[in-house]
């Protein structure tokens, strides 16, 4: 049997990232076949809608991947780790949103708006998506590359609970209940009592009324997993290998959207006037930049929204060459699910039509 | 008439400031005659309560500085700059924590742990305290100075709300009791909705759920007015007329301690060990910083507290002369009342016992 388009699986599609993917499958033009919807045994069984049509949720198991194209991995890295081959072995084209495979050299790590060109190239028939922080802030750093030539970059990140998926919204929600109904004084201890020990959050601290500046796991010498993963990254899709990149990465208590502060040093020197005119015109990128007349991003303005929103930009006073810039995007949409469904739609586009 | 110990005037002391500053003259060795409690005629004739006895707060006028030997002005702007100068005619050393003198020549710009000589050469008859997020900076960042030579700061800031004053705490009250009803779903628009225009807040999006990359005023340039001060500042108080310097100011959903992010660059390799020395001896620094433990400074860990917290202290791994800090401080304590405090009893040192 002959179809003519491609088969899709969406493994995970019971999770935050999976329902995002859902209406984008039903916003954008669809260039699917059948669509699998997979998760666990745990969700398996559930009816989801997706391109207007009630889907039953499979349990993953290597029978689900017959005939199946593309499939899309939203779910842990353990799972991607161990379900991936499974479904390359079954014939499927997979892509991949966990850490499982991203500093693989025979993965390839796409952004289409900065390196379409290597999602072609996949010895082991898989492609990764970045990390959200890094997708939050890539897409407008690589447009300026281009002109200027990116050669440090120094970030603070000011990161969204629900980069910690399900339960990171959940502790914040949890928390802001704890302390809605308390005066939010000044006095010492006034938030630590009214948060207590935060119940069965992801974060390290209480996240309600806080800031909290560590994200991932121990990676040595004081860095946390995400702050490595930055600079790894950013590393590999602009095919810098010795690209100076330091983060620091702090979760702040907003829903969604992670903005970044951003110190971007480049070999050539950047008018603030030329990168305005790079970034209005670069794709995936909004400037927004009027700060005395109240227009710069915020997480409010950006959440549910496409592109990587930038603005603040100055011209560092000590050096003609850097750039500050405040860079705000949608960790669920292009830090996730966006990013995913582009880079699925240019593999799509390979597939012979019939 | 002579009087042994030297008299004190608190100009705003029903403001934020202004309460916190009560708290520590009742708790800190009493060094002070007659204290006189002054503010503008809105709130006059209000009785507060200072080392145990209740006071009534007088309204300013020139008259009230008859007699006052030392005169903290923890008052807007405008206010200092019309009045901190009739109290000098008066006879009085004014210890100003507003922005009106601190870029001034002929006004020492004083941190106690870093210039305490500094605050003894006054020609104007004014000593400056520091920008709040300069202050939370500076006493941890002074310290490594010291040892390493500083040659350049790079600061994100994560600043609380009541760094806006009284209003700046209403705000987020406000727009947080607006959000508590709500889902605080991750679709498009709920955070927007929720919060609309924000209602008369001092900053210029909502605060709640969100994250604002700017404060102050415009400083031309794209730079806002606060950005400005903790460069000028920084150069100032540490005698590094070229220091290189760039902040970006952000507020958050936060009541009172302000988180920096910075990168600091010195003359000299720091080792983390070496910084960890120092800083674990520096005065008014605590170091806490054992990541994988748990142990890192965040606001709910600080507010209430004196010192200045560092934590995350990482070597840059493109060069061996730059460390990544995360330090958080109490902009109410040792940001404002603290440090003036502090000014104000080693001028009152000055006076001679009789
Ligand atoms: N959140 C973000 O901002 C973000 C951004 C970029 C990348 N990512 C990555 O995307 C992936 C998903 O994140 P998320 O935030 O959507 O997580 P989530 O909300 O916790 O959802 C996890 C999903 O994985 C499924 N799953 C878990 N264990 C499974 C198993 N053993 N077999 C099959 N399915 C299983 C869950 O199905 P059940 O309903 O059956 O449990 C659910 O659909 C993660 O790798 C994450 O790191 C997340
Ligand atoms: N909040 C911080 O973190 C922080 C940190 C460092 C420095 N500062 C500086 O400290 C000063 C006070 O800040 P705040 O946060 O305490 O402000 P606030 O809460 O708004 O209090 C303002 C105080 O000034 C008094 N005042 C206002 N106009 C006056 C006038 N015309 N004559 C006499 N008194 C007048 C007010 O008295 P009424 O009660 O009569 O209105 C009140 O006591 C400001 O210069 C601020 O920039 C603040």
């Not at 939010?184 to 800031?211: E, K, Q």
Request: proline share 6%.
């Amino acid at each position: 049997m002959t179809h003519s388009r491609p088969s899709l699986a969406v493994v995970g599609a019971t999770g935050v990232i999976g329902g995002v993917m859902l209406q984008i499958l039903s916003q954008h033009a669809d260039v699917w076949g059948e669509v699998k919807l997979i998760s666990s045994p745990r969700s398996a069984g559930r009816k989801l809608v997706v391109r207007g049509a009630e889907t039953e949720v499979l349990a993953l198991h290597e029978d689900v991947f017959d005939g199946v194209d593309v499939a899309l991995f939203l779910v842990p890295d353990d799972v991607s780790a161990r379900w991936a081959p499974v479904a390359v072995a079954k014939g499927a084209v997979v892509i991949d949103d966990s850490a499982a495979f991203r500093m693989d050299d025979d993965v390839p790590l796409v952004v289409p708006e900065i390196n379409s060109h290597a999602a072609r190239l996949r010895p082991r028939g898989i492609v990764a998506s970045p990390h959200c922080t890094t997708l939050s802030l890539i897409v407008a750093v690589g447009a300026l590359h281009a002109e200027f030539g990116l050669r440090e970059l120094i970030v603070s990140s000011y990161q969204a609970v629900s980069g910690a998926g399900r339960e990171g919204v959940a502790a914040l929600r949890e928390e802001l209940s704890l302390v809605a109904g308390t005066e939010l004084g000044t006095h010492p201890g006034d938030v630590r009592r009214a948060l207590g020990d935060g119940g069965a959050s992801p974060f390290a601290a209480p996240v309600a009324l806080n800031v909290v500046p560590w994200a991932g796991t121990d990676a040595g010498h004081g860095w946390s997993s995400e702050e490595i993963a930055i600079r790894q990254e950013c590393r590999k899709i602009l095919s810098l290998p010795n690209l100076r990149a330091t983060a620091t990465c702090v979760y702040v208590p907003v829903v969604a959207t992670h903005s970044m502060s951003v110190h971007a040093r480049f070999e050539n020197e950047v008018p603030v006037h030329r990168a305005h005119e790079i970034l209005a015109t670069a794709p995936g990128v909004v400037l927004f930049d009027s700060p005395a007349a109240g227009d710069f991003p915020t997480p409010s303005d950006v959440v549910g929204t496409d592109p990587t929103w930038v603005g603040r930009v100055r011209q560092s006073m000590d050096d003609p060459r850097a750039l500050e810039m405040f860079i705000c995007g949608d960790n669920l949409r292009k830090g996730a699910a966006l990013n995913i469904a582009q880079i699925a739609e240019s593999v799509a586009a390979e597939f012979p039509r019939t």
